[in-house]
C-alpha cells in the first residue's frame, strides 16, 4: 500500500482570523491523498508581530518536507496568511522547486493601506507596521519561478472593502478578480473552489509579463519609498502631473490630511493606479517624478514646467 501523499496543501488564514474557514476550504479542495496543514497562528498574536507567526509556519513547513521530501505543495494563504508565505518562501529558496502552485487571496502585497494609516510613520505600531510594507520585490522574485495564482474582491470599483485590488497585483502572477465578495468572504466563498481547482487543472506555471509603458510607470511609482497602493475613488480629484504620448498621465491630489495621491490615467481618462505616500516621503515622491521626466523626456507633452 502506498501511503505517500500526492500534495501537501497548505492553507494560512490572516490577520484577527482563526484558521476555522480557511480549513473549511482547505478540506473542500484537498484531493484524497492530500495532507492538509493549516496552522492557527491564535487571533491575538495576529495583532502583534508577523516575525512569530513567519516562524510558526516555517516550522510546520520544515517538518512536513522532513516526513515527505519528494512531495509537492500547494499553498493558498488569505490576507495576511499569504504575506506570512512570501516572506517564509523568501527565506527559503530551496522549497520553491516543490511547489505546485501558490494562490494569495486579497494579500496586500504592495502594503496595505489600512494599516499605513494605522501606522502613517512605519513606526512600529503592532502588526500595522508588517502589513504596511511593501513586498513586490520579494514576491517578483519567488513567482518567476512559483506558479502563482492571485484572487482579489471587488465590492466598491476598487477594493475588497478591506484591501486594494491594486496592492494585491503581482507582475508575473495571474490575476483574477470576483465580483461583491468582500474580504472576509475571500476566505471561504464557494466561488473559490471553482477558480482554484481550474488553475491546479492548467498545470499552472509562472505568467508571461510584458511591459508596456503605463505598466513601467507603475512599477517606478510602487519603488518609491512610502508608496502604498491605493483605493481610486479620489481620482477624478487628481489634477495632471505629468501628460505623456497616447494619452497616459500622472496625476496628483493632496487629501484634506496633506496626504499626497498619485494617479496614472489611460486615454480613456480611467485610473490605472492609484497610490499615495505620507508626509515624510513627499518630497521622494517629486524627486522620482522629476526622474521619470526626464528618463521620457521625449515622451512627455507637457509638465512640470
Same mark, same amino acid.
Given at each position: 500500500m502506498?501511503?505517500?501523499?500526492?500534495?501537501?496543501?497548505?492553507?494560512? /488564514?490572516?490577520?484577527?482570523?482563526t484558521?476555522?474557514?480557511?480549513?473549511?476550504?482547505?478540506?473542500?479542495?484537498?484531493? $484524497? @491523498?492530500?495532507?492538509?496543514?493549516?496552522?492557527?497562528?491564535?487571533?491575538? #498574536?495576529?495583532?502583534?508581530?508577523?516575525?512569530?507567526?513567519i $516562524?510558526?509556519?516555517?516550522?510546520?513547513?520544515? $517538518?512536513?518536507?522532513?516526513?515527505?521530501?519528494?512531495?509537492?505543495?500547494?499553498?493558498? =494563504? /488569505?490576507?495576511m496568511?499569504?504575506?506570512?508565505?512570501?516572506?517564509?518562501?523568501?527565506?527559503?529558496p530551496?522549497?520553491?522547486?516543490?511547489?505546485?502552485?501558490?494562490?494569495?487571496?486579497?494579500?496586500?502585497? =504592495? &502594503?496595505a493601506?489600512?494599516?499605513?494609516?494605522?501606522?502613517?510613520?512605519?513606526? &512600529?505600531?503592532?502588526?500595522? !507596521?508588517?502589513?504596511?510594507?511593501? %513586498?513586490?520585490? @520579494?514576491?517578483?522574485?519567488?513567482?518567476k519561478?512559483?506558479?502563482?495564482?492571485?484572487?482579489?474582491?471587488?465590492?466598491?470599483?476598487?477594493?475588497d472593502g478591506?484591501?486594494?485590488i491594486? !496592492?494585491?497585483k503581482?507582475?508575473y502572477?495571474?490575476f483574477?478578480?470576483l465580483?461583491?465578495?468582500?474580504?472576509?468572504?475571500?476566505?471561504n466563498h464557494?466561488?473559490?473552489?471553482?477558480v482554484?481547482? #481550474?488553475?491546479?487543472k492548467?498545470?499552472?506555471t509562472?505568467?508571461?509579463?510584458? #511591459?508596456?509603458?503605463?505598466?513601467?510607470?507603475?512599477?517606478?511609482?510602487?519603488?518609491?519609498? =512610502?508608496?502604498t497602493?491605493? /483605493?481610486?475613488r +479620489?481620482?477624478?480629484?487628481? #489634477?495632471?502631473?505629468?501628460?505623456?504620448? %497616447?494619452?497616459?498621465?500622472? @496625476?496628483?491630489?493632496?487629501?484634506?490630511?496633506?496626504?499626497?495621491?498619485?494617479f496614472?490615467?489611460? $486615454?480613456?481618462?480611467?485610473?490605472?493606479?492609484?497610490?499615495?505616500? &505620507?508626509?515624510?516621503?513627499?518630497?521622494?515622491?517629486y524627486?522620482?517624478?522629476?526622474?521619470?521626466?526626464?528618463?521620457?523626456?521625449e515622451l512627455?507633452?507637457? &509638465?512640470? +514646467?
Amino acid at each position: 500500500m502506498n501511503d505517500i501523499p500526492e500534495f501537501i496543501l497548505f492553507a494560512q /488564514h490572516g490577520w484577527a482570523d482563526t484558521n476555522e474557514e480557511i480549513s473549511q476550504l482547505a478540506t473542500t479542495l484537498a484531493q $484524497e @491523498k492530500t495532507i492538509i496543514m493549516t496552522p492557527n497562528l491564535g487571533w491575538v #498574536k495576529t495583532w502583534l508581530s508577523i516575525d512569530p507567526l513567519i $516562524e510558526i509556519v516555517s516550522q510546520k513547513a520544515e $517538518e512536513i518536507s522532513n516526513k515527505y521530501p519528494q512531495t509537492p505543495w500547494r499553498i493558498i =494563504g /488569505h490576507s495576511m496568511g499569504g504575506l506570512i508565505w512570501l516572506e517564509v518562501l523568501h527565506q527559503n529558496p530551496q522549497w520553491w522547486e516543490k511547489i505546485h502552485s501558490l494562490v494569495l487571496i486579497a494579500s496586500p502585497v =504592495g &502594503g496595505a493601506d489600512l494599516a499605513r494609516i494605522i501606522d502613517p510613520l512605519a513606526i &512600529g505600531v503592532g502588526i500595522a !507596521s508588517d502589513l504596511g510594507k511593501n %513586498r513586490r520585490l @520579494k514576491a517578483d522574485r519567488i513567482t518567476k519561478i512559483v506558479p502563482t495564482l492571485v484572487i482579489a474582491g471587488n465590492t466598491d470599483n476598487g477594493s475588497d472593502g478591506t484591501i486594494p485590488i491594486s !496592492s494585491t497585483k503581482l507582475s508575473y502572477s495571474h490575476f483574477v478578480c470576483l465580483p461583491n465578495i468582500s474580504h472576509s468572504q475571500l476566505k471561504n466563498h464557494p466561488v473559490l473552489v471553482d477558480v482554484i481547482q #481550474k488553475f491546479w487543472k492548467t498545470s499552472p506555471t509562472p505568467a508571461l509579463f510584458e #511591459k508596456d509603458f503605463p505598466t513601467v510607470l507603475i512599477e517606478r511609482l510602487q519603488l518609491i519609498p =512610502g508608496m502604498t497602493d491605493g /483605493h481610486p475613488r +479620489d481620482f477624478e480629484k487628481a #489634477k495632471s502631473y505629468l501628460n505623456f504620448e %497616447r494619452g497616459i498621465s500622472i @496625476k496628483l491630489w493632496k487629501n484634506p490630511l496633506n496626504i499626497l495621491h498619485v494617479f496614472i490615467a489611460n $486615454e480613456q481618462q480611467e485610473c490605472l493606479y492609484s497610490g499615495f505616500v &505620507g508626509w515624510i516621503h513627499s518630497e521622494g515622491l517629486y524627486q522620482a517624478l522629476e526622474a521619470i521626466h526626464q528618463d521620457y523626456y521625449e515622451l512627455v507633452i507637457h &509638465g512640470l +514646467d
